[in-house]
Structure formats: C-alpha cells, structure tokens
C-alpha cells in the first residue's frame, strides 16, 4: 500500500463501526447498536513481539464523518453542511486512495449509517419533519453514486435479499414494509401498528418478525413474505406486557414482573417450557445456552431445550458464542474489565485474553484488539477464542487512539494534528 492522502472533511468518532455490542433486549442485532468495551494490558512476553509494520493510508479529517470499507472502495459520510443544508458520500479506491465519486444527500438530515447491498448503498439518518424526528434510507448505486430511490425508515436485509424498512416507532405507530433494493418497490407491507417489533436474523438476513401487543397477542410473521404464521395470547397475571426475546427457533416470552419465562417454538408458538428465574434484565444467544442476566448481578445458562440451569455465576457480566465457547468479560465496568473463555456447557475458565480495547470486525467474525504499545503507537491482537490465546498482528507507530474498527481494516487518530490513518489488518 503506497502512501496517500484523502481529504475527507470531518471523521465522526460515534459513529457504527463494530465494536463489541451489549446484548440487546431483543435479539436480532444489526449487527445494528455500538458499545466499545475498553481494555488494556496484555503479557510482556506478547507486547516485545515485532509484526512487520504496513504503510497507511493517510487521511486529512476533523471530526463528524462516517466511514466504511467496502470491497476495495473506502466510502465516507461526510455531514450536513450548515450552509447548503446537504450532506456527501465520497467512494475512494483502495489501496491507493483515488477519488473515484462524490454524491450529494440531498435530504436535510443527520446521516449517521451506510449498508452496502446488490451493488447499492444505503445511507440512514435522521430527517426533521413536521411530527417530529423521521428516519430516512436514501439508496445510491455503488458504481457510480447515482442516486435510485428514497423512503422513510431504517433499514435491514431480509433473508431473500430484499430490504426490511421500519418508519415510526417510540410514540408513534410503526409502519413495516418490504422493498427491492433495485428500485424501492414495495413488496409487502403492514397497516400500522403500535406493536413492539422483534426480528430474528440469520446471518444471512431477517426471516421472522414479531410483533407484541400491548393487549398481549403475541404474532409471527414470515419477514420475507409479511404473512402470519402464528399467533396467542401471551397476557400474564397483572397485565403488564411481556417482554420477547428471540434466540434460534425459540420465542422467550418474560414476565419481568415475576420473573417467569416461557419458552414456546418460533413459528408455530407450541410451548416448549417454563422457569421462574426471578428478577430478569435479558436473555442473549449463547450458542449451545442461553444466557440469562438477572437482576442478582448473575449470569444463568439454560438449557435451550428443557429450560434447565446448566451453571451459574456471578463473575461474568455477559457472554458471547464462539464454537461451543464463550467469550465472557468480568463483572464490572470501565477501562479495566478483562475477557476470559468460558466452556457453554460448563461455565468452567479455560482462558485469560487479558485487558483488550476490544472489536469484531464482522458480526461472527475477527476479534480484534488494541492497547498502547509502551514506546508509543498502539498494539493490535487478534484473539483467538477456540485456541484461548492472543496474537499479535501488527503495531501502528503514529496512531493515538481514537480507533475505529472498519472491515479488514483500523481507523486511528494520528500524531500529526487533524489527521488519521487507515491500516489494513494483517490476514
């Protein structure tokens, strides 16, 4: 990779890339919600290693834009200019960082994410209008930066590769539709509901919806087609709503109130058990377990399958699956938590990672740490959850912190004033 610079404008520190999220209330990511779980330390004996260094590229920014990698194209959101009231999507070349298109976003909004899909893209912000904050998808052709089509909502793949939009929502009713990314025309959509929306992703896209009435219906939808495939009433003693979390092919219905799950089979709503755990702030996919977080400061594996507890502990605050392992940070908070890997089934500690500043640069993907390397530049690692063990990749000599973890590659702040590198990560 030759040196090169890229005037960007402002590069946004809150922006979405991946770090390592806290699990949601209600599963089905998307990926999209973003934490950062600082860390610190590793060994002496892994920080005296000396990976061979890669030249960045450099990249003359302030604050206020979004990035991403996307194949070998380095796209930047850059925000709304004060006085034309648009924004701008650059595409460079990698490596070398050419110019190869810029784009207005026309709308007067706050844009604050980018999904690349069938040779689209699709930026996602906030629009002002006259009941409030709407949110906006506007779609681009990747090639040229063409503008194709605009609607309200934010967005999400589906598992036929058409585009889930979800508009409304909070204190107003949320309108559910799915669209062509080619072109934006509606496949299917529903009335408007009040409902609070559940989806479950594959990986590979949404395939079911949920929605949860405030009268306690609880109904599934075939996310690809918008049809019902079943439907109950879930209303629990006292009347409050439950809360739903979805976890494979099951439907955790939670009774926050008394603590009691009941678990029932995703597509048909056939129940399968029922626990009383007690107070319950979230239930999360752990793999072989499913991960329950109480309101005792405790981390429960159940058994997907018959609702058992398997194990139980108070030392980790949340878990995430990796191969039959978890990935599991001590209970506390703040710069110095630590990682360890945990058996599923067990809850026994097989490994320490350390202190890590921590990313995943894809959802399943690499996990990629970082920490001041103590003659300056920050360290990069790789941790490797099914070895239990940390790898050095590299060292940046001129970053500062500030990183930001974009697919393949890190964004970090760099010595000279203003500006920022882009390294790419070692395969």
């Not at 109480?294 to 699956?321: C, F, I, K, M, Y």
């Amino acid at each position: 990779m030759s040196d090169s610079v890229i005037d960007l404008g402002e590069l946004r520190h809150d922006s979405d890339p991946d770090p390592m999220p806290r699990p949601p209330r209600g599963h089905g990511r998307p990926l999209r919600c973003a934490l950062v779980l600082l860390l610190a330390l590793v060994t002496l004996a892994a920080a005296a290693v000396s990976p061979p260094r890669r030249t960045p590229v450099t990249l003359q920014a302030q604050r206020g834009s979004d990035i991403m990698v996307d194949g070998d194209l380095l796209l930047v959101m850059e925000p709304v200019n004060t006085s034309t009231r648009q924004g701008r999507l650059s595409a460079y070349r990698l490596p070398g960082g050419e110019l190869v298109w810029q784009a207005p976003l026309s709308a007067e909004a706050r844009y604050w994410g980018m999904k690349p899909l069938g040779g689209m893209l699709l930026a996602t912000g906030f629009e002002i209008g006259p009941e409030g904050r709407d949110i906006l998808t506007v779609a681009l052709d990747r090639a040229t930066g063409a503008y194709r089509w605009q609607q309200p909502g934010s967005v999400s793949r589906l598992a036929d590769g058409n585009l889930l939009l979800r508009s409304g929502g909070e204190t107003l009713p949320s309108n559910l539709r799915a669209v062509d990314p080619c072109c934006g025309t509606v496949r299917w959509q529903l009335p408007p509901t009040t409902a609070e929306v559940s989806v479950r992703d594959t990986g590979h896209g949404v395939d079911r919806l949920v929605l949860n009435q405030e009268n306690g219906m609880v109904e599934v939808r075939d996310a690809t087609t918008g049809a019902a495939l079943a439907h109950a009433d879930m209303r629990p003693p006292g009347g409050a709503r439950l809360g739903i979390d979805l976890i494979d092919d099951l439907l955790l219905a939670i009774d926050r109130g008394s603590g009691t799950i009941n678990a029932y089979g995703l597509d048909r709503l056939d129940r399968r058990w029922t626990r009383a755990s007690g107070p319950i702030e979230f239930a999360l996919d752990c793999g072989p377990i499913v991960c329950l977080r109480t309101g005792g400061n405790e981390l429960q594996a159940l058994d997907p399958a018959t609702g058992d507890v398997r194990w139980r502990s108070d030392r980790w605050l949340w878990g995430w699956p990796y191969g039959g392992r978890l990935m599991a940070n001590i209970s506390g908070f703040g710069p110095m938590e630590q990682y360890v890997v945990i058996d599923a089934l067990t809850g026994r500690q097989l490994a320490d990672l350390g202190k890590w500043e921590l990313y995943q640069l894809d959802v399943g993907g690499r996990l990629v740490g970082i920490r001041r390397h103590p003659d300056g530049g920050m360290l990069v690692s790789e941790l490797d959850i099914a070895a239990g063990k940390v790898r050095i990749v590299d060292v940046l000599p001129d970053a500062t912190g500030e990183c930001q973890a974009i697919t393949g590659y890190l964004v970090c702040s760099a010595a000279a004033a203003g500006s920022y590198q882009l390294w790419k990560l070692a395969d």
